[in-house]
Each structure stands twice: as C-alpha cells, then as structure tokens.
C-alpha cells in the first residue's frame, strides 16, 4: 500500500462532491444542524452508511449538496480534494462537477464555477498548474516544490433539460483559460434521456472541448449503443454491457475510467473477481484506475490500485505501467503529457 501512495498517480475520475472529507460533511452538518435546517443525528447516520446500492448514493448525494452548496463551502472543499490527491501523490487530476444554479442564495452557474476556481487558487501545500499557459514549478530555498496539474471537467447531470445541459457547454467554453478541458454526464443513470443531452454533447464536441459519459451503469444496452456510437473521448464505468455493445467497445477502443471500489460498493459488480477490470486489462484496452467519488466510498487513488494489484495478482511493474498509461487518455495538451512522462521516468528510478 505505501508503494501505490509512493507512486505518481494519474486520477481521471472524481466527482468534487463525491470526494468530500467525511470530517468536513460532519462539521458541516453540525452547523446546519444548530441552525435547524437539518436533524444531525439522520444525517450521521447515513453518512457513516457504509454500503449502498447506486440508488441510495444519489439520495446521499442529495444530502451532500444541501451541506455543500453555497460559494465559501464550495471553494473550501475543492482546496481540500486537491490537496488530498497531492498529498498522496496523484500528479495530474481532472476534478468534474456539476454547476449548480440555486436563485435563492445568488448562485448562478457561473458563480458556482468561480467558487470552484477560488478554491484551486487557495491551495497551498503544493503548487498548482490549472490553466493551459501553465505554471512553472517554484524553486523556494533551492528544491523544487510538489507539483500537481489540475484541469476541470462541467458535469451534466441527467436530471437537466437541453437548454441547462447547453448553459453548462457554453460555461465551459467560456472558462476554457481556466482549466475546463471537457464535459461529463452524470447523475441518477435510471432519470433522463439520452436524446434530450445529445444537442449539447455535440455542440461541445465540435467546439473542441473532450467528452466523457457515464455509460453503463445499468443495463440500458439500447442507451449504451448510442453512447458508443458517438464516440465520446473516453467513457466511465462500463459494468452492464451485453456481449454486443462489448464488443463495439472493444473495437472502438474508447478509453474507460474504472472504479473498482465504487463499483463493488454500489452493488453495479457482485464481486471483483468478476469484474471487467480483467478482461479489458488483458485485451490491452485503453483504460484508467480511478476513484469516483473518494469520500463516499471511502476509498483513495492508492487504495485502488492496492486493491487491483492483490484482486488481479499484478506487480509493482504492471502497476506503475497501468498508472503511467493513463497519461495517454488525458484531456490536456501534449505539452503536459511529455511533463508527466518525464515525472514517471524520474519516479521509477527512485521506486524499487
Ligand atoms: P458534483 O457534480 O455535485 O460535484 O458531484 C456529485 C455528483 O456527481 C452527483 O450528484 C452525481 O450527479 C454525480 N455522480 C457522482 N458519482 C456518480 C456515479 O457513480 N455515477 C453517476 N452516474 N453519477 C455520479
């Protein structure tokens, strides 16, 4: 396990709300509770739930965004996400989340994403590179400071019409100097459809931005096929497909961001040795060990490549490999994949 935290990580993965300190939601929970807008004792108890099926995770997350979304919280917990992957050393991160618009506390989607940003400007235990010009690593009394690259993806949660799916493209777009790199859809995989996000899916993907979709978390398979016929840059998840759309998958050789732990966790795979993790290891698929949501599964980066390397019996090699590989699938420029490389190619040699 210290080898996985010691080892440079890339995460392509991971909800900013889902990844919320459990000490943080309590402390926050606790003021809401003191101000009687919430009943502390419920909500302890489902926070400290420790496994839930993929319907009772969107209703937490119902709870998480009550705790969570208003400007100063917002820039708090993004400060503390990214200095928790630094500090088990994931060199690269794309954070996605979901802009919120909430009218009754001034928060328009724009301001929601400036929280964001504020709270990736308030970072301070390792230097941050955010937006496409760069950040040069400092130099404070002769060493050279931690680094970590963070860009962003916009979530659009199935629950949204094609209008708000549209505001969200153009918000990317428009924040594109600051790191936004890309779009997700996300959110409850049994609510919305497919047709009512496909406008702005596309509109984003001519516009160049990088699209990732949350695909087969149930087994929709007509859903999964569309899906796949768009050919988005990369797909998360992938657990319900029927032979036939796995083999369009294969083909197409669209990258997959998998989570083992939220996967096992939500009851999507029944087990792990039956996860698909293997077949698609052993096919050389593209692919990416990622945390999802790292608060609400309690889980890290280093506790799931631990777990890839006792579930599937893979060696300090084939994992440094797998994390350097996902350098591949990332959404930003050529430019910051040589400088990853080059922090792989540094970090093996110290590694043993
Ligand atoms: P946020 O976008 O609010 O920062 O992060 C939480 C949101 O991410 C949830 O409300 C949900 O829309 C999305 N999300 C987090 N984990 C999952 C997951 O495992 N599957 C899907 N489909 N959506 C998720």
């Known amino acids: 396990m210290e ?17 919320v300190r459990n000490s943080t939601l ?90 964001v940003m504020e709270g990736l400007r308030a970072v301070s235990s390792v230097d941050v590179d955010y937006c496409p010009t760069g950040l040069k690593t400092d130099t404070v009394n002769g060493t050279t400071r931690k680094k970590i690259y963070v860009r962003f993806l916009l979530s659009i949660d199935r629950r949204e019409s094609t209008e708000a799916a549209m505001e969200t493209v153009k918000l ?7 790191g936004v790199v890309g ?4 959110g409850n995989p049994i609510v919305g459809n497919w047709a009512t996000f496909l406008p702005a899916l596309k509109f984003a993907r001519e516009q160049g931005l990088y699209i990732t979709l949350h695909c087969g ?31 369009r998958l294969k083909s197409a ?21 039956i996860h698909h993790f ?15 949501d790292f608060g609400v599964f309690s889980t890290s980066l280093s506790r799931e490549y631990g777990l890839a390397a006792s579930a599937f019996s893979l060696g300090k090699t084939e994992m440094f490999q797998l994390a350097e590989n996902a ?20 970090a093996v040699e110290k590694l043993d």
């Not at 990317?172 to 600051?178: S, V």
Request: glycine share 2%.
């Open 3 to 19: 080898w996985c935290v010691s080892m440079p990580k890339v995460e392509l993965h991971a909800h900013l709300n889902g990844s």
């Open 26 to 115: 309590f402390e926050l929970a606790r003021v809401l509770g003191e101000k009687g807008v919430i009943v502390f004792s419920d909500v302890e108890n489902v926070i400290m739930k420790d496994d839930r099926t993929l319907h009772e995770v969107f209703k937490l997350f119902d709870l998480i965004h009550i705790l969570t979304t208003d400007h100063s919280t917002i820039t708090r917990i993004t400060k503390e996400v990214i200095e928790d992957f630094a500090s088990e050393n994931v060199v690269y991160l794309e954070l996605r989340t979901t802009p919120k618009r909430n009218d009754s506390i001034g928060m328009s989607k724009r301001s929601y994403m400036d929280a």
């Open 172 to 178: 990317a777009l428009e924040m594109r100097d600051l």
């Open 183 to 186: 779009i997700d859809l996300s």
């Open 217 to 247: 978390e149930v087994p929709n398979q007509e859903e999964i096929k569309a899906m796949i016929d768009f050919l988005p840059h990369r797909i998360g998840h992938a657990c319900c497909f029927d032979m036939e759309n796995w083999r």
């Open 253 to 273: 050789k669209i990258p997959v961001e998998i989570c083992l732990t939220s996967n096992i966790r939500t009851e999507t795979i029944s087990s792990i040795d």
């Open 278 to 292: 293997v077949d698609l290891y052993k096919a050389k698929h593209p692919l990416a060990l990622c945390t999802d």
């Open 327 to 346: 350098i591949d699938f990332i959404f930003a420029d050529d430019g910051v994949k040589e400088d990853l490389r080059a922090t792989f190619e540094a």
